[in-house]
T-cell receptor
Framework: EPEVTQTPSHQVTQMGQEVILRCVPISNHLYFYWYRQILGQKVEFLVSFYNNEISEKSEIFDDQFSVERPDGSNFTLKIRSTKLEDSAMYFC????????????FGPGTRLTVT | AQSVTQLGSHVSVSEGALVLLRCNYS??????LFWYVQYPNQGLQLLLKYTTGATLVKGINGFEAEFKKSETSFHLTKPSAHMSDAAEYFCAVTKNFGNEKLTFGTGTRLTIIP
C-alpha cells in the first residue's frame, strides 16, 4: 500500500541553523501539507501546497519557513534559522484531491533545536 | 473559523468494555469530520470520516462514529475494546469543499486495562 515517507526521523540542530525536512508524498496525489505538533499540544496546520504553489498558510508559517517541490516527487519544508520553539514533530501529508478529502500522513520528523 | 474540542485527554477502559471518545466541533460551514489514530512512534492513520450521506460511519478496527449536527458532535465508539486499541486518537474537522487544512483537537490517549 502506498504511503507517505519522511526523512530524517529525528533531526537535532542548533539554534540559528537551517534545516530541511523531506517528504515523499504518495505518487498520484495532488495536494501536500505540513503540520506540526509541539510536545503535549495539538497538531497544527502550517501550509498547504497545490499546483506548485502555496494555497494556504497559517500564522506560524512566517518568513523563516519555505516549502518546495523540487523534482515532482519530494516535498520539502525549510526552516531558515531555527529557534528553540521550533522543536516539534513535523508531519507531512498528501491528498489525492477531487472528491477524495482524505489526507494521508507520514510518520513525522522529530526536530529538536538546542 | 473551525475548532474541535475533545473531552478527556486520557481515557481508560477495560478490555472488552465499550470505548467512547468524545468530539465536539465548531464550524461556520458544513463540516467534514475525521478521526485519526496515532500509535507510538508512528504517523496519523485515518480511522474513519464523515463527508456526506449516512451520519453513522464505520471505520477500520471496528470503530464507528455518528455525526450529530444538532449536538455538533462526532463521538467515536467501539463496542468492545482490545489491547491493540491503546493509542492516541485525534478528531479533526475541515470545510466541506476543496482540500482544505485539517483542524485538530488536542487528542485523547486511550489506555486499555487488561
Amino acid at each position: 500500500e502506498p504511503e507517505v515517507t519522511q526523512t530524517p526521523s529525528h533531526q537535532v540542530t542548533q539554534m540559528g541553523q537551517e534545516v530541511i525536512l523531506r517528504c515523499v508524498p504518495i505518487s498520484n496525489h495532488l495536494y501536500f501539507y505540513w503540520y506540526r505538533q509541539i510536545l503535549g499540544q495539538k497538531v497544527e496546520f502550517l501550509v498547504s501546497f497545490y499546483n506548485n504553489e502555496i494555497s494556504e498558510k497559517s500564522e506560524i508559517f512566517d518568513d523563516q519557513f519555505s516549502v518546495e517541490r523540487p523534482d515532482g516527487s519530494n516535498f520539502t519544508l525549510k526552516i531558515r534559522s531555527t529557534k528553540l520553539e521550533d522543536s516539534a514533530m513535523y508531519f507531512c501529508a498528501s491528498g489525492l484531491g477531487l472528491s477524495s478529502y482524505e489526507q494521508y500522513f507520514g510518520p513525522g520528523t522529530r526536530l529538536t533545536v538546542t | 473559523a473551525q475548532s474541535v474540542t475533545q473531552l478527556g485527554s486520557h481515557v481508560s477502559v477495560s478490555e472488552g468494555a465499550l470505548v467512547l471518545l468524545r468530539c465536539n466541533y465548531s464550524s461556520s460551514v458544513p463540516p467534514y469530520l475525521f478521526w485519526y489514530v496515532q500509535y507510538p512512534n508512528q504517523g496519523l492513520q485515518l480511522l474513519l470520516k464523515y463527508t456526506t450521506g449516512a451520519t453513522l460511519v464505520k471505520g477500520i478496527n471496528g470503530f464507528e462514529a455518528e455525526f450529530k449536527k444538532s449536538e455538533t458532535s462526532f463521538h467515536l465508539t467501539k463496542p468492545s475494546a482490545h489491547m491493540s486499541d491503546a493509542a492516541e486518537y485525534f478528531c479533526a474537522v475541515t470545510k466541506n469543499f476543496g482540500n482544505e487544512k485539517l483542524t485538530f483537537g488536542t487528542g485523547t490517549r486511550l489506555t486499555i486495562i487488561p
